[in-house]
């Protein structure tokens, strides 16, 4: 496998996190464990209240954890860092929301919107320097240099959304964490906007975490995807294994519930629906086992048995 | 042929802002049949909202139909100016359902009661009455315990289970047309699969006729009878919804479906369409789409199209279909759409049926030899 010999940008081991204390602890994300390599784009794919969102904010720093450890680069970056090592890592891993209205401040500039992050991190010598650089980044997304001296509310959602990613890149991030980044938009400005994050990923060796809810869009920008429920993951495999060998009954109900947009197949499509209560965990306990390499899958050992011998079958069935 | 239940006839919206008008429709004819479900799509701006909030009176201040008629049930629904006039219409004969569920929802009363007052107003029924037929709602739009959450809030409710309930509210008065706007589009795939079937069944069983309005064409494959695709305030096609995905014949549509997700090649990029949709402000010469239509000719830049049939249910409104216009062939990667996704969802599923899979396999591998 080409994977092993890449190098882990990120990693996360036995990660959990908690909202509330004693009675009213709810542990939101439990027992998350992947790692991310360098220049790949890792999927994590999961229903509203998954905790999709609160592992990437984990990762950024804005969400607390309550137990394990997030890596970024060697280092371990979910505990307290010293100021230097915190402004590093606050620059190399950025953000790119959902909803471009909400997340760009309506009484900024475009101009000022871009460079905050450098004023912030002192990272320009001089105004001419900055200004080259927002210009250029501007131009890079798509936009004019003329429209630095606007203000949000005077964009479409997939130019803001432009706008959302040129503040991310011009930090020049090794990791962007893409929190449903087109979900907001139609589907002829998705096309745009996830065209560009693979430009960007081909020139400068971007890795993405792309958190989504629709697998047929991750499916397209995805190295490497990761179902996620109820703040746990339940499986995680390369993209094409993922689509042809979904094993875990939620991810082939996620994958039934995609639109094919094709009306012959899609009046006889069945939709699965994914009943939690369909496994036995009452004495065999489930664990995060790997059933072929890369392929992970949350199960207990009857199940892991049964998998085994689907993906066996399979095998056999292609050859 | 089926009955037509509302019809629309060259219809134009226009909107004063700030002193200058903005065409928001353009000379739009429609016929909606009785029962069927016709879904709108289009891109945000594209009219499509617009259009139908014209069958209920709830166009903005400050928008107007300056042009056309529209007819439902003998009733000239483009002549209605007051609100008064619109009672016996709006929500009693034709309803909407709108994208976002928590702000159609009051957020201070009990789901129970935002559903039984409906009743009560259009219906005449006593309080009891309609808390038992609001439960029952309730229950065939899918809530489960659906008395015991009567008196719950919108608040204490997930979003598809909120978007249900609106659909309650909708279907408590027994409406003829349901409008969907987008009524799927802020919700998890998992749930708006399921929000779909749902539709789908209470038509069945309710027998009304639907009007689902949504910008991505894969939502509409498996439940549209006939699709119109609008763009820059016009319907640009409109066929059946076997037609418009096998045999598409505006270079729109062609877009549309080709910058579907589910067409994408692995490794290559998505197809996007060029360019903005045109302002509406300004007047439109020619056809609005050809400055960014890789097939335009000459003759689109400088005069508008008719509506050439193609079928007796399918139009489209573009110079291609002129006698004297030189042939194209729809794009590769939307040829042949069937069989395509026949073989990638066979891939999908090989563990499910794998002996029936396995025969399908060897066939091609032998085919390819």
Redesign the interface.
């Given at each position: 496998m080409t994977v092993n010999k890449k190098d882990v940008l990120l990693s996360l081991r036995d990660l959990e996190i908690s909202f509330g204390e004693g009675k009213n602890k709810f542990v939101a994300v439990q027992d998350v464990n992947f790692d991310i390599y360098r220049g790949e784009t890792f999927s994590l794919v999961g229903?509203?209240?998954s905790g999709k969102t609160t592992i990437g904010r984990a990762i950024l720093g804005i969400n607390p954890t309550s137990n394990g450890t997030i890596t970024f680069n060697g280092t371990q970056i979910n505990k307290k860092l010293s100021h230097h090592q915190e402004q590093d890592v606050s620059r190399k891993i950025q953000m790119i929301f959902q909803d471009p209205s909400a997340s760009l401040n309506e009484r900024a500039t475009i101009d000022y919107i871009i460079s905050e992050g450098l004023y912030n991190f002192n990272l320009f010598d001089s105004e001419e320097d900055r200004l080259q650089k927002v210009t250029q980044i501007i131009e890079e997304v798509g936009l004019l240099p003329e429209h630095l001296y606007r203000y949000p509310h005077e964009f479409?959602?997939g130019q803001r959304q432009r706008i959302g990613i040129a503040r991310a890149l011009i930090m020049q991030p090794e990791l962007v964490v893409a929190d449903e980044p087109i979900s907001a938009l139609?589907?002829?400005?998705?096309?745009?906007v996830?065209?560009l994050l693979?430009k960007f990923q081909r020139e400068s060796n971007l890795t993405y975490l792309f958190i989504a809810?629709?697998?047929?869009?991750v499916?397209?920008i995805s190295d490497r995807i990761a179902v996620i429920r109820n703040g746990r993951i339940l499986e995680l495999a390369e993209?094409?294994e993922l689509?042809?060998?979904?094993?875990h009954p939620y991810t082939?109900?996620?994958?039934?519930?995609?639109?094919?947009?094709?009306?012959?197949?899609?009046?006889e499509?069945k939709?699965l629906?994914?009943d939690p209560k369909m496994h036995d965990y009452s004495v065999d306990k489930p664990s995060f086992v790997e059933v072929k390499p890369g392929h992970f899958i949350y199960a207990n050992a009857p199940e892991e048995e049964h998998y085994r011998q689907?993906l066996d079958?399979?095998a056999q069935?292609?050859n | 042929m089926t009955e037509n239940i509302l019809t629309v006839k060259d219809l134009s919206v226009g909107f004063q802002v700030r002193g200058k008008e903005l065409k928001a429709i353009r000379n739009v004819s429609l016929e909606l049949h009785d029962q069927e479900i016709f879904a709108i799509v289009g891109e945000s701006g594209s009219g499509k909202s617009v259009l139908t909030k014209t069958f209920t009176g709830m166009l903005e201040q400050n928008g107007s139909i300056t042009h056309g008629t529209i007819d439902y049930k003998g009733k000239r629904l483009s002549d209605l100016k007051k609100d008064k006039q619109w009672e016996g219409i709006r929500g009693k004969e034709i309803a909407t359902i709108f994208q976002d569920p928590m702000t159609s929802l009051d957020p201070i009363k009990t789901i129970g009661s935002q559903i039984a007052e409906v009743i009560i107003k259009h219906q005449g029924k006593s309080k009891a009455e309609a808390k038992k037929l609001a439960i029952e709602l309730m229950d065939r739009t899918g809530i489960p315990n659906a008395a015991d959450r009567y008196d719950e809030y919108p608040f204490e409710y997930s979003g598809g289970m909120r978007q249900r309930i609106v659909i309650a509210i909708a279907l408590a008065c027994h409406p003829n047309i349901l409008i969907c706007d987008e009524p799927t589009t802020a919700l998890d795939v998992t749930i708006q699969a399921q929000i779909l079937e749902l539709i789908k069944e209470l038509q069945r069983e309710y027998k009304f006729t639907t009007i689902f309005i949504t910008h991505d064409l894969g939502v509409v494959a498996s439940i549209a009878d006939r699709i119109a695709v609008m763009y820059s305030g016009e319907i640009i096609e409109v066929g059946t919804c076997d037609e418009i995905f096998y045999n598409p014949r505006h270079p729109y549509t062609w877009s549309l479906l080709s910058s579907l997700p589910q067409l994408a090649q692995k490794g290559g990029d998505l197809y996007s369409i060029p360019g903005t949709p045109p302002s509406l402000y300004k007047d439109i010469e020619g056809d609005a789409f050809a400055p960014r239509n890789p097939f335009a000719m000459k003759v689109d830049f400088e005069a508008e199209p008719p509506m050439f049939q193609v079928s007796p249910t399918h139009f489209a409104k573009t110079w291609l279909l002129d006698p004297r216009a030189p042939r194209v062939e729809k794009p590769a990667l939307i040829q042949n759409l069937h069989e395509r996704f026949e073989q990638t969802l066979v891939k999908d599923n090989q563990l499910d049926q794998d002996v029936k899979v396995e025969e399908n396999l060897e066939d091609e591998e032998h085919d390819r030899k």
């Open positions: 229903e509203s209240g479409s959602g139609d589907v002829s400005i998705r096309a745009q996830l065209n693979k809810h629709d697998l047929s869009v499916h397209f993209t094409e689509f042809n060998n979904p094993l082939q109900a996620l994958l039934s519930a995609v639109p094919i947009p094709d009306p012959k197949l899609a009046r499509k939709l629906v994914y689907l079958e399979q069935g292609v | -």
